[in-house]
C-alpha cells in the first residue's frame, strides 16, 4: 500500500471524525490512544490477574479509540524489555500486571519520565522496595481482605448455622504462595469468619504453585481429611483444583479473582479482585486526560472488590449479615486486616 | 577427533541449514493457525538485532537486549558442552547457576560496604565456587559409588530452586518488608555496565540507563576462550576426552577417571555458578521470584547441543538463542504472534540439527551411522557412562 | 517437636498414603514408558513433552467429545505421536537422541501454550464436567477393609491401570520371548540381528509404547486428577519420571518404588496445612531424600549396553 493512499485514507478518517464531532460533546478525542500490556510469568491464560487485565484492555478498546498490544514475559529477564520496548515507542499508558514487576517499573519510568505506567499490585520502587513515588506513575492496589470478607462471612455464618455439607466448624484457604496479594484475601477472610463463628477453626495451607492444579488438589484433600467443610482458593489457575476436590468430596468451596462459578457446582461464591475494573480504569483516565500519579485502591467502596454468590441460595439472614458487613466495611467502621490474624 | 577451528568452518553449513528448516515449519505453524508468518519473522528479526523495525524500535537498544540475554547462555552453554565431552549429561547447569547467585547475593549484602575491588572478586569467585560445590556433588557421587549424573543433577536443581524460595520468601535473605526478593548487593558488588546508567545521558536517542549491557560480556568470552584452551592445549582437556571417548580405554592408558569425572563437575559447576553471579552482580543485584523460573540453564543444554559443543559454536548459539529471546517480545507486540512460537523454533532447530535432516534429503547420506561424538557431543554419553565397570550391577 | 509429632500423626492417616500412591501412579506411568525404550536402546527423556501434548489433547477432545474415554484414547494417541517423531528422528535419522529428547519436551511446552493462544485466545480453554472425567472407582468388598480398603481400593481407575501395567510390563520384559528381544535389541543390537530380530521394529514400538503411556499419565493430570489445562501443567513430572527410571536401575519395580519416595514426599509436603515447618524446607524433602538414597543404598546405575546408539545394520 502506498504512502499517498494511506494519506488519502487518513484524511478521510480525519474528515469524518471531524464530522462526527461537530454537535456531539464531549468531542471524542481523535487520537488513537496506544496502550501496551506485559503480563508477569502467568502469562494470558493464567485464569487470574492477567487475563483479567486483559479483560480490561479489551473493554476499553470497544469503549474508546485505543490501540491495545500485549507482550506476555516468559522469566522476570523480560520485564524490564517489555515494559522498555512500549516506552520506547511512546505509547501513551504502559501496564505492568503484578507485584513482581515493582523494580522493573521503577527503573524503566525513571528512564521515561514522559511516559506513563500503571502497575497492578504494586508500586515502582528501588532495588530496596522503596516507592520511588514517580509523578509517571500510578500504583492500582486492592483491598483483597474486602473481598475474602465477604466470603468470610459467608463461610463463618453456614458454619455457625449448621447450613454447611458437615457443619464440623473447620473450614480452610489454599494459597498459592505466601505472598501480600495472597494472604491479604486469607487474612479477611480468617477474620471475618471467626467474627461470625467464634469456635471455628480456619486451616491455612500453601500449595507453592500458581498453575499446577493436582498440587492445590492434594492440599486440599488434605484439609477436607482434617474436617474442613468449606476451602477458599487464592491460588490462581491451581486452585481450581480445590474447586474440584471439594466437588469431589462433597464440601463447598469459594473462588478467587473471578467468578468462577461455573468451574465447580461446588462453588457457593467468589471472592472478586476487579484487576479489569482497575485496568479499563487506568486507562479511561489516561485517554479522559486524568492520569494522576499514586496509589489508587479498588476496595469494596469503590466496587473494586467484593464477591459473588455463585451456586447457592442463602438463607436471609445470611445475606442481611453480608449486606451489614459490607455497610460496616464501606463506612470504615469495620476493617479487615492485612495479615493473617493468628 | 575433529579440532574445534574445523568444527566451526566445514561444520556451519548444517547448523544455518538447520535455521532455515525451522524457519520454514514454523512458518507453516503460523499459516496454518492463521498467523501471517513474514510480519511475525520480522517482529523477530527487530527484536532480535534491530533490522526491519516496522514500528521505529531503537536498534541499539534491541542489540544490548539480546546480548545481556545470551550472556548467561554462553557460561552455562560451556557448563553443559565440558561434561558432554567427558561422556557426562550435566541437566544440573540451573541448579548451579542457581547456587552461584545464592552465594553472590548472600555475600554481596553481607558486606554490602566493601569497596568494589575487593567486594567484585568476592562475589564472583563466591558464586563460582558454590557453582562448583553444587555439580561437585554430583561428580563426587558419580565417580565414587556411580549414581547417575542425571538423577543426582535433577534433584540438585530441585533443591536450588526451593532452597531459592525458601530464603526469599520469609527466610533469612528476604528485603525486610517486601516479599519475594533479596535485599540489593553493595554498590561495590555490581560489575560495570558499559555505558553509563545516566537518563539525562541521551545515547542512539535514548537515555543511556537503557542499554543493559554490562562487563560481564567480557567474562564470557573470556570463560569461552578458557573452554577451548582447556579442551584442546591442557592434558586435562585430553584427558576428558579420552573418558568420553571410552572410559576403559582411558583406564588402560593410565588416566585417573573418577578424578577426571570430578574435576569435569567441579569446572563446569564453576562455569554456572559465574554464570549466576554475574547475572546478580550485572543485571538484577538481587535475588528475586525470577530465579524460580528461570530455565537459563536447561536452554544451555540447547545451546550446547546446537554449537556442537565447539567454543565457536557456543557463541552462535548463545547470540541465536539470546536474539529468538529478546525477538519474541517484539513479535508479539508488533504481531500478536504468541511469543512461545519461539520455544517452536527452538525445539525445530534442534530436531534438524539433530537429524541432519539436510544431509538426508541432499543425498549425501551414506549407509552408515553418523559418528555420533563428532556429530553431536551429546550422542552416546549414556553409553559411554555405562560401559564403566564390566559386569557390575546390570542384570 | 510438633514438626515430628505431626509427622507421626500424618502417618497413620490412609488419606497420606493414599494420596502417595496416587502421585506415584502418575509418575509410573512415564516412567514405564522410559524403562522400555531405554532397554530396547532408545534414550527418551522426552516423557515430560509426551504427557504434556497428551494432557492438552485430551482436553481439547473431551471438551469437544464428552466422553473421558474416548479423550483419554487422544490423549494417548497424542503422546504416542510425539513419541513417532522421537522414534524416526533418533531411529531411521539416527539423530542424536539427548539432543531429540530435548527438542520435544521444548516442542511440547511452546506448541501447547502456543496452540492455547491461537485457538482459545482470550477465552478460557473450559472445564470438563465431572460426570467427563476419568472416574474414581471403589473397588466392591475391598474398598471397606479399613485402612487399606482407602489407600489401595478407593483410587482412580487410571491407578489401578498403572498398577496392572506394571506387572504386565514387568513380565513381558523378563518373562516373554518380545521382552528378551527388546533386551537383546537394548544391550547387543548387531548379534540380535543375526539372530533375525527386526531391531528397527522392536525400537520403534518400545518408543511408541512410551509415548503412549506417557500421553495416558498426561490424560490422568488433566482429566482424571483436574479438569483443565493449565499450561506446563506438567510441571517436570516427565523429569522425575527419568530419575524415577534411572533410580530404578531400568527396572519396572525399581523405577516404582522411587516413584512411591516422590509421590510420598508431595503427599507430605501437600499435608502443609496441619505440619507446622517451613513449607519450602518441606517442599525439597523427597528430592534430598532421593540424594541420599542415591549415595548409600542404591549405588551404581547402568543402562542398557547400547543405549543411546543409533543402531545402522552391517557396523562393526
Redesign the interface.
Known sequence: MGHSRLKFLGMVGLALMLLAACGSSPAPASKTYKIGLVTDTG???D?SFN?LA??GL?KAKTDFKVQGDVVESHSGDDYVPNLTHFATLNYDLVIGVGFLMATAVGTVSGQFPNIHFAIIDGAGTDANGVDLKHPNVQSLYFSEQDAGAMVGVIAGMLEKEGKSKKTQHVI?A?GGI?IPPVNHYIAGYKWAATMEDPSIKV???????F?????C???A???I??KSDILFQVAG??G??VL?AA??AGVYSIGVDADQK????SVIASALKKVDVATYTAIKNVVNGQFTAGALTFNIANDGAGYALDNITLPADIQTELDNVKAKIKAGTLTPPSDIPA | MPSTVRHAAGGMAVPIGSVVFAFLVGGV?VAA???DPLSAYAGLLCGGFGLACANGENTALQLSTTIVFFIPLIMTGVAVALPFRAGL?N?GAEGQLLAGSVACTVIGVKFNTLPAPILLPMVLVGGALAGALWAG?AGV?KAT????E???T???N??AQ??V??LI???PLQLPHGFSVSSPIGAGARLPTFLPNDNSLIIFGLPAGVYRVHTGLLIALAALAVFAFLLWRTSLGYEIRAVGQSQRAARYAGINVPRTIIVTMLIAGAFSGLAGAIQIAGVDHNLSDKFFNDTTGFDA??VA?LGLGSAVGILLASILFGALHAGGSVMQADAGI?S?????????I??S?????LR?LGGRFR????A?AS??P??????E?????PG???? | MTFLSDIAHLLI?A?LWR?TLE?AA?LLLPALGGVISERSGV?N?AMEGMMLTGAFFAVVADLALHNPWLAALVGIAAGGFMAL?HAV??IR????????G??????A???T????????G?Q??G?VG?SNLLP?VNIPILDQIPFVGRVLFQQNVVVYAALILLVLVNIVLFRTRLGLRIRAVGEHPQAADTAGINVYAIRYGAVITSGLLSGLAGAF?AIG????F????T??RG??A??AM??G?W?PFGAFIACLIFGFG??IY?????IHV????L??LP??L??IV??GI???????????????P??E
Not at chain 1, 498453575?211 to 498440587?215: E, G, I, R
Not at chain 2, 549407509?367 to 553418523?370: D, E, K, S
Not at chain 3, 535419522?93 to 539432543?99: E, G, S, Y
Not at chain 3, 486428577?225 to 483443565?228: A, M, P, V, Y
Open positions: 502469562g494470558l491464560n485464569k487475563h486483559d479483560v479489551e480452610s489454599v505466601s486451616l491455612v495451607g500453601y500449595s507453592n504453585d498453575t499446577d492444579p493436582a498440587k488438589k492434594n492440599v484433600n488434605n484439609q481429611s482434617a489457575g491451581c481450581l483444583g474440584q466437588g469431589q461455573d468451574s465447580d457446582p | 505453524i493457525t492463521g498467523g549429561f541437566i556433588i557421587l559409588i556411580g549414581a547417575h542425571v538423577v543426582t535433577i534433584m540438585l530441585y533443591v526451593w532452597l524460595r525458601f520468601v520469609g527466610g543444554i540447547a547441543l504468541s512461545s512460537l519461539v520455544q517452536v523454533l527452538q525445539a525445530l534442534l530436531f540439527i539433530a537429524a541432519n535432516f538426508v549407509r552408515r551411522p553418523a555420533p556429530q553431536a551429546g550422542a552416546a554419553l549414556m553409553t557412562a555405562a560401559k564403566a565397570p557390575d550391577g546390570q542384570t | 492417616t488419606d494420596a502421585a502418575l534414550v527423556i517423531i528422528v533418533s535419522f539416527r539423530a542424536d537422541q539427548i539432543v531429540s530435548i527438542a520435544i519436551n521444548i516442542f511446552a511452546g506448541m501454550l502456543f496452540l492455547v493462544n491461537r485457538i482459545y482470550l478460557d480453554i472445564h465431572q474414581y493430570l486428577i483436574s479438569n483443565t493449565v499450561p506446563n501443567m510441571d517436570g523429569y522425575i527419568l530419575a534411572i533410580f536401575k527396572r508431595q503427599a501437600d499435608a502443609n496445612s496441619v517451613s513449607q519450602y524446607l517442599s525439597m528430592y534430598v532421593t540424594l542415591l549415595a542404591v549405588g551404581r546405575s547402568i543402562p542398557p549396553a547400547s543405549d543411546g546408539i543409533p543402531y545402522s552391517g557396523t
